[in-house]
C-alpha cells in the first residue's frame, strides 16, 4: 500500500496529464502530440482559432474519441483502458447545447443525474442549488425548446455538474452569446473553480484571461505556448502602445520624446509612443517639462491576442 | 434503471411534440386511409368475369355461387362455352372470364380432406388493363384459396352455405397496408436516434457511464411503444374499412409485433450507419418504400417473376403478409404458419445483432 502510494506520489496531484496525444483524420493531423499537466483544481484554459484542435482534444479526453497515438489519464484513470471509471468522474459540457428540447431544465437534469446513479434526495438538492445559482429557477417547469441561447448554455453547463463531478470539461462555455450573458456564465465558473479541476476551451482571449489559471495556446494542434496570462504576456516580442492626447505638441516637444523612445508618431494633437517598456509617469513628466499640455494619456497594454498574433502570424477571431 | 431513464426521455420527446407525434400516427394513417378509400370503395358491381362451369359439380356450382358471386366488386356472368365469353371479353363487355376446368371438385375435395393438390383455374383476361387484371387475379386467387382451405363438412351436398369465403378486396389487402404502415417505421426508428446524433446529445450521453446496450434498448423500448401503438391503430382502423378479422386477433397482432421489431432494428442500423439526417432519411425510404411493393403490401407478389420472388422471401414482410393474411383471412392456427414466424424471429435476432455491433462501433471512432 505505502509503496503503492509512493510510486503515485509524483502524479498525485494531477487531474489531466496528457502523452504525446495525437489525432489524425484521413491523414489530418487534428492534434499534434500533445503533452498536457493539469493540476487537480486548476482553471486551465486552451485557446486557440477555431479548428486548432481543442475539442478534439476534449473529446479524446472524454472519451468520445480513440487519440491515433498516445494517450491520457484523468485522475489517474487511463482513457484507453478505464474509460468507464472516467465517464463517472466526469463532466462535459459539449459545444453544442445538447440538452433534451422537450423536456425542462428539471428533466433533463434528472435524466444525466439518474444516469449517474445519483440518489433522488441528493438530486433534488443539487439541481434546486444549481438552479438558483444560474438563476433558472423561475423556468424549471418550462420546455427547453423556449428557451434563449444564454438559459440553454447555463442548462448545459448544468447538466454537466448534477452528478458532482471531479473534472469539468466545457467547450466554448459562452459561444456566440452577448456580454451578459457571458458575464453571468463567468461568475458562476469562478466560483466552481475553488473545488473543481476545469478544462475549457475558447476562442475568446478575454475569456481565458479572465477565468484561467493557466492557459495553453493552441494552434495547428500544437500547444504554442504555456503559461499564466502574466507569463504569456511577458514572453512575446510585442511592444506597449502608449496614447497621449495633447495641445501643444511643438516639435520641440517631438524632439524631447524621441530622445528616449525611437518610435513616436504625431497625428494631429495625438501622440503614440510604442515600446516593449514604458514609463507612464515619466513620459508625461517629460511632455509637460518641454512645454505641452497633457489633456489625456493610457498605455494600451498587451492582450493575449498580441501574444497570439506574435506567435504564430494569424488573428485569433475569424 | 438507466434504460427506463432514456426510454422515458424519448417518449417524453414525442408526446410534448404534437406536430412530430401527428406525423408519427397520421403519416401512416393518411397511406392506409387512402389504399382502403381506393380498393374498398363502394360495393359496386365493376368487374365483369365471365364464368365458364366445364366442371359442373355441385363444388363448382357452390364456387360460383357462394364464393365468387360473393365478392362484392365482382359482377359474374355464366356462360355456356368459352368461345362466346372470349368473344364478349374482345368486345369489352367482360374484364375476364374464368374457366372452371372439370376434375375442380375433386382437386378441392382432396384439400378439405387434408391432402395437398393443385388447383387450376384458368383465367383470360384483357392484360392491356394492368391494374384490373392483376386485382382480378389477386382476388380470384385469394376467394379460391379460401374456398378450398376452408374447412366444412366433407359433402358439399350436406352444407355448402356454411363457406365462408365473403372475401373483399380490403380483407386481402388490409393485412399488406398494415404492413406497409410498419415498414414506415424504418425512418421512424431511425429519426430521433439520428437526431440526437447531430444535436450533440448522443455525444453528451456518451461522455456519462451509460453502455452501448442501454442505448439500445432505450430507443428500441421506446419505439416499440409507438409500434404497439401504431398496430392497434391500424388494426381498428382496417377492421373500419371492413377487413374480417377471421382468426386469432392476438396471433395477427403478434405477426405485426414481429414485423415492426425487424422495422425498428432495421432503423437501428441505418441509424447507427449515418451521421446526420439528411443521410438516414434518405437511405431509410430507399429500403422501406422498395421493400413495400417487393414484399406484397399492395398486391399480390404471386404474378411477380420468379426471381423476384426470391428476393421477396429473403425479407421479413413478405412471410409477415403471408402469415397475417393466413390468419385474419383464412382463420389459420399458429402451426400453419410457423415457418414464416420462425423467420420473423430469427430476422429479428440478427438485425439486431447487427445493429448492437454497429451501434458499438458507431460509438467510438
Redesign the interface.
Known amino acids: 500500500m505505502t509503496s503503492r502510494r509512493a510510486k503515485r506520489a509524483r502524479t498525485d496531484d494531477l487531474a489531466i496529464q496528457t502523452f504525446n496525444l495525437t489525432k489524425t483524420f484521413n491523414g489530418l493531423v487534428a492534434v499534434d502530440g500533445i503533452e498536457l499537466n493539469i493540476k487537480r483544481g486548476e482553471l486551465f484554459a486552451l485557446l486557440g482559432p477555431n479548428g486548432a484542435g481543442k475539442t478534439t482534444t476534449i ?1 479524446m479526453l ?5 487519440p491515433s497515438k498516445g494517450t491520457a489519464q484523468i485522475m489517474g484513470y487511463d482513457i484507453l483502458k478505464q474509460p ?1 471509471k472516467i ?2 468522474i ?1 463532466g ?1 459540457a ?10 425542462n431544465p428539471q ?1 433533463n437534469m434528472n ?2 443525474g ?4 445519483v440518489k433522488s434526495p441528493e438530486l433534488k438538492i443539487r439541481s434546486k442549488q444549481l438552479l438558483e445559482t444560474m438563476g433558472l429557477e423561475a423556468r424549471a417547469r418550462d ?1 427547453v425548446r423556449k428557451f434563449s441561447g444564454g438559459m440553454k448554455r447555463r442548462l448545459n453547463i448544468m ?1 454537466a455538474l448534477i452528478h458532482n463531478p471531479k473534472v469539468i ?1 466545457l467547450d466554448e462555455p459562452t459561444l456566440g452569446l452577448d456580454p451578459q450573458a457571458r458575464r453571468a456564465i463567468w461568475e458562476y465558473i469562478t466560483q466552481l473553480k475553488k473545488e473543481k479541476t476545469i478544462l475549457l476551451t475558447t476562442h475568446y482571449m478575454d475569456e481565458a484571461d479572465f477565468l484561467a489559471d493557466r492557459i495553453g495556446i493552441m494552434d495547428e494542434g500544437k500547444i504554442v505556448a504555456l503559461g499564466t496570462s502574466q507569463e504569456l504576456k511577458a514572453s512575446t516580442q510585442e511592444k506597449n502602445t502608449m496614447i497621449v492626447s495633447a495641445r501643444d505638441l511643438t516639435p520641440k516637444v517631438i524632439e524631447e520624446v524621441r530622445k528616449r523612445y525611437a518610435e513616436v508618431s504625431i497625428t494631429g494633437d495625438t501622440m503614440l509612443i510604442t515600446d516593449s517598456k514604458l514609463d507612464f509617469r515619466e513620459i508625461v513628466d517629460r511632455l509637460q517639462s518641454a512645454g505641452a499640455t497633457v489633456r489625456s494619456a493610457h498605455i494600451k497594454e498587451l492582450t493575449l491576442e498580441d501574444v497570439f498574433l506574435n506567435l504564430t502570424g494569424k488573428e485569433l477571431r475569424e | ?2 434504460v427506463w ?2 426510454c422515458k ?1 424519448n417518449l ?2 414525442t408526446y ?2 404534437p406536430v412530430g407525434m401527428g406525423f408519427l400516427l397520421g403519416f401512416p394513417l393518411v397511406f392506409m386511409l387512402l389504399f382502403g378509400a381506393i380498393f374498398s370503395g363502394d360495393t359496386t358491381e365493376n368487374l365483369a368475369v365471365g364464368v365458364v362451369d366445364k366442371d359442373n359439380t355441385p363444388t363448382s356450382q357452390a364456387f360460383v355461387s357462394e364464393a365468387l358471386t360473393k365478392v362484392s366488386v365482382l359482377k359474374v356472368i355464366s356462360y355456356d362455352d368459352a368461345d362466346t365469353a372470349r368473344k364478349d371479353l374482345t368486345f369489352g363487355e367482360l374484364d375476364a372470364y374464368v374457366v372452371i376446368p372439370s376434375g375442380f371438385s375433386e382437386q378441392v375435395f382432396q384439400n378439405w380432406q387434408g391432402e395437398k393438390a393443385d388447383i387450376t383455374l384458368e383465367m383470360t383476361y384483357d392484360e392491356s388493363d394492368v391494374m384490373v387484371s392483376e386485382q382480378l387475379i389477386s382476388i380470384i386467387n385469394a376467394v379460391a384459396r379460401a374456398f378450398a382451405r376452408i374447412e366444412t363438412p366433407l359433402t358439399i351436398d350436406a352444407n355448402p352455405i356454411h363457406i365462408e369465403t365473403e372475401i373483399t378486396y380490403v380483407d386481402f389487402i388490409g393485412p399488406g397496408i398494415i404492413i406497409f404502415g410498419l415498414l414506415i417505421l424504418i425512418p421512424t426508428s431511425a429519426r430521433p436516434i439520428v437526431r440526437d446524433k447531430e ?3 448522443m ?9 452501448p446496450l442501454d442505448f439500445i434498448l432505450g430507443y428500441s423500448l421506446y419505439m416499440l411503444v409507438i409500434a404497439i401503438a401504431q398496430i392497434i391503430i391500424f388494426i381498428v382502423l382496417a377492421r373500419l374499412l371492413g377487413m374480417d378479422i377471421v382468426g386469432n386477433f392476438w396471433l395477427a397482432f403478434l405477426v405485426f409485433f414481429l414485423a415492426g421489431l425487424c422495422s425498428i432494428g432495421v432503423g437501428m442500423v441505418i441509424a447507427s450507419l449515418s451521421k446526420s439526417e439528411n443521410q438516414a432519411e434518405p437511405m431509410a425510404w430507399l429500403i422501406s418504400m422498395p421493400l413495400a411493393m417487393l414484399s406484397g403490401c399492395w398486391f399480390s407478389i404471386e404474378m411477380m417473376p420468379q426471381y423476384l420472388r426470391y428476393l421477396a422471401y429473403a425479407f421479413p414482410y413478405a412471410h409477415a403478409i403471408d402469415a397475417a393474411r393466413g390468419v385474419l383471412i383464412r382463420g389459420v392456427g399458429m402451426e400453419a404458419i410457423n415457418s414464416d414466424f420462425l423467420f420473423l424471429i430469427g430476422w429479428t435476432v440478427v438485425i439486431f445483432a447487427i445493429g448492437i455491433v454497429l451501434f458499438r462501433r458507431s460509438m ?2
Do not use: W, Y
Not at chain 2, 203 to 211: D, G, I, K, M
Open positions: 473529446n472524454c472519451c468520445l474519441l480513440k468507464f465517464k463517472e466526469i462535459v459539449p459545444q453544442e447545447t445538447a440538452i433534451s428540447e422537450h423536456l428533466e435524466l444525466i439518474k444516469i449517474h446513479s420546455q447538466m470539461f | 434503471m438507466r431513464e432514456l426521455r417524453k420527446e410534448r411534440d444535436k450533440g446529445f455525444s453528451r450521453l456518451l461522455t456519462t457511464p451509460t453502455r467510438r471512432s
